[in-house]
């Protein structure tokens, strides 16, 4: 699979779980799709931990670290499967993956190098010493448990964003 | 003197089931609908390959379990969890419980777990003290009703939203609605304040990774990443067979787990928790036990019977099962329901106990076709009907008609079965069976096909 | 060609005519179907309830019976075909000289329309007949025998018969052996919802390759009064030769 296909295949994916899709290239566009989606009234979470989530510009008054409070949470996340339409966090570099899970809307930036074709990639890198956390995330949370009927949005978040952007 | 064990009464349970026409009603939509999207899910995969792919990996565990598990709890040790071993369930319970006391916690999340159902374990804690929140929606609502999950991968499979909906409104004192996104939404602004208030999460876990000492939980909604990141303390119980090697052997597993189980190619959420928090982490409980229970699978997996333990729960083989789709799981009276479920309680609970369950099965054969891991599941049925009989719980009656039988049917140098059915083995039968199931024989006819064509 | 008949202890009390059927179809395509004295049952109701002595007691006849000569063996019965086939081996698993003889006969057995179609190519034949036929799958020849085809292949060559598969036609009809008398509820439960998607084809008949399922769909019929013909394939295909 060429990178180019890597990546469609990711965002195809990713929307065939319930979650919006976006390919920007460079930087510049971020900002106006994160302001677009996030509103006018909702409390932003974003760790600012790499440098890609440092350079968001973010409205500054509805900005709070504790996510228990955040409606949006924006992040980076440390890869994607394409195989799957997955999102990955982990714990490492001081991240708390579940700031992803508890604000209801949920954007994650991916940058396109990030994004592995399968699961196997994905799970032959990390041996015995894995970070404390990984987590998958593919599509919003769901539920299905009663009467089989699919309910988005239960305890993790009920929409998802992704935007892949390519440097 | 041993202790009698009452048997299940699964043919009254059954019959009672049977004239059920709103859980039979679920029952069909939810087995139907599981079995078109598993059958379209298998589709997108090489499901063969990766059927005997796991088979192999799942054998090759249980063939060196306890080397498997040492390396396992080495592993985990040396990331900062503590395991325990619990031989049967009461001590499972205890070491959980006297954890959760050393922390003084008053109130435990928790996310599904189907060993937590074999321990035991809520009621447990509910008559220590302990407030038990059960988090998963359909766990959530068993849990409102004081029922037990009839399914393991849909534990309310049974009600229907009218049900559910009733149920809300007088528990949770909340308008009356039948809509699920409505109910869900209920539930989940309920759950939340428990979530954040909790001292400590209780899990299960779907895999153990040996080389990484790491615990690995499928969910959907998101309630087992809350159980799991949010309080201090975390704890998981699990079985001791579920462990796989490495976590390269993990696709393969998620290829198949989800798929047979829901349909899914993947759940929403999937975590991989190696140990507790670390310095510099912000993610993690601070203190991490992980207690594995034994019950006996020791003595399954050096048995004639350990293809049983590759199980790794996904309840295909529930709804492939057309006893299981026609009563539903509550019927079986026992943890674990369908042909799975069968062949675990005669295993885990004992002969004495489980017997009747035995009768749970056409021998179809459907099960064994779905299985994700390839256990031979109709065999190990028929293995143990044969084990049934040998260690002499079938009815009197019945022996005695069987026996009948394989005289009749080793007799044909005197008179063909035809004419022994007529003479010998009819009017055996007019008596032993009961006259529901003999009226709804034909007669024997007049001559039979060997006297016809002599 | 010669071949021994193996009618099944349910053929021989219950259901001669469907062996009637069988002997006239097979002599149809030229074939010699002789019928050893002494038959009697496979053992499948012994060996479906766990009853390793009494299932090895009619193994060991039937082998005696059918293993005299090396002629192939025809049954009209899917279940029995595989317990011979497939159950045999297992049961004399400790005893060489048996085993290697039940693998021996099992090699040789046929399920009726396995033979009628890789052996005498009957669906080139054109049966005739009328109306809409249904089709119910039963569990041991589909998954155990693997014959999932044949049946269908035949029942789609007959000219002026429109065949209509069956929803679920794979689904168990809650027959099971002794399970229709352990279970009644459910077996009774069972069968009613394969009725039901008999009735959905529209179908005036309804049609097998086993009398243990074909007995149960049969009285679930007439507990409901139903207007559908319960009848073995043999008696079908054998009512359309041409």
Known sequence: MTRDETI??????????????????GRAGVDRMIADLIGGDSVVYCPRLTELERSIALPEDRVTDDYTSASVCVEEVFA???????????????????????????????????????????????????????????????????????????HGPGRLSVIAVEE | ????????????????????????????????????????????????????????????????????????????????????????????????FSILKQHRVDKVVKAKSMVSEEIHLNDYLIANGIRVVETDLGEYIIQLASEQPSHIIVPAIHKDRRQVGRLFAEKLSCEYSEDPAQLT????????????????????????????????????????????????????????????????????????????????????????????????????????????????????????????LKCIRCGACLNACPVYRTVGGHVYGATYPGPMGIILSVLLEGMAKAHPLLDATTLCGACGEVCPVKVPLPDLLRRLRERRVEEGFTPAIERAGIAAFGRAASLGGLFTLGRSMARVLWPLMEKLIDPQTLGRLPKPAERSFQRRVR | MRVQLFATCLVDTFYPQTGEAMVKLLRHFGVDARTPRGQTCCGKPADS????????????????????????????????????????????????????????????????????????KAHETGFKGKGRITYHASCQLIRELLVREEPVMLLRSMQGVEFVPMPDAERCCGFGGIFMGKQ?????????????????????????????????????????????????????????LP
């Open chain 3, 184 to 240: 009644p509820e459910i077996s009774m439960a069972m069968a009613d919802e394969k009725l039901d998607s008999i009735l959905r084809t529209g179908a005036d008949t309804v049609t097998g390759c086993d009398h243990g399922c074909l007995m149960n769909i049969a009285d679930a019929v007439k507990r409901r009064g139903a207007d559908v013909r319960v009848t073995h394939i043999a008696a079908v295909l054998a009512e359309g």
């Open chain 2, 185 to 308: 939404k209920v539930a989940q602004q309920t759950l939340r304040r428990e979530f954040l208030s909790a001292a400590a999460g209780i899990s299960g876990a779907n895999f153990a990774v040996a080389e990484s000492g790491s615990v690995v939980l499928f969910t959907n909604e998101g309630n087992g990443r809350m159980c799991t990141t949010l309080p201090r303390l975390h704890i998981v119980v699990l079985s001791i067979e579920k462990i796989i090697p490495s976590l390269a052997d993990l696709p393969t597993f998620i290829r198949l787990l989800p798929r047979s189980a829901t349909g899914q190619a993947i759940t929403s959420y999937l975590s991989v928790i190696t140990g507790p928090r670390k310095l510099g982490d912000r993610t993690g409980a601070e203190e991490l036990h992980i207690v594995f229970v034994d019950n006996g699978r020791s003595s399954i997996v050096a048995g004639e019977y350990r293809d049983m």
């Open chain 3, 49 to 120: 309830g766990g009853y390793v002595r009494e299932s090895r007691e009619a193994a060991r006849h039937f082998l005696s019976v059918f293993g005299a000569n090396g002629d192939p063996i025809v049954t009209p019965s899917g279940s029995c075909a595989s317990m011979v086939k497939n159950h045999y081996p297992h049961l004399f698993k400790n005893d060489p000289g048996l085993r290697q003889k039940a693998e021996d006969v099992g090699s040789r057995i046929f399920e009726l329309t396995q033979f009628l179609v890789h052996v005498c």
């Open chain 1, 80 to 154: 994607g499967i394409a195989e799957t339409g997955s999102l990955v966090s982990t714990s490492a570099g001081g991240r708390a993956v579940q700031g992803g899970l508890v604000p209801q809307h949920h954007i994650a930036l991916i940058a396109t190098d990030r994004i592995v074709e399968t699961l196997d990639h994905f799970f032959s890198q990390w041996g015995d010493g894995p970070p404390t956390n990984i987590t998958l995330e593919t599509g919003p949370s769901r539920t299905a448990d009663i009467e089989l009927t699919l309910t988005i949005g239960v």
């Open chain 2, 1 to 96: 003197m041993t202790p009698t064990v009452a048997p299940i009464d699964f043919r009254s349970n059954a019959a009672a089931a049977v004239q059920d026409s709103l859980l039979r009603a679920a029952l069909r939509n939810a087995t139907d609908t599981f079995a078109a999207k598993r059958a379209q899910a298998a589709a997108c995969v090489p499901l063969e390959e990766l059927r005997e792919a796991a088979s192999g990996i799942r054998s090759e565990v249980l063939g060196n379990l306890s080397s498997y598990l040492d390396r396992f709890i080495e592993r985990a040790s040396r990331a900062g969890a503590q395991v325990h071993r619990a031989a049967d369930s009461a001590a499972a319970r205890e070491t959980i």
């Open chain 1, 8 to 25: 469609d295949r990711f965002l195809e994916n990713v929307a065939a779980v319930a979650a919006e899709t976006a390919r920007v290239r």
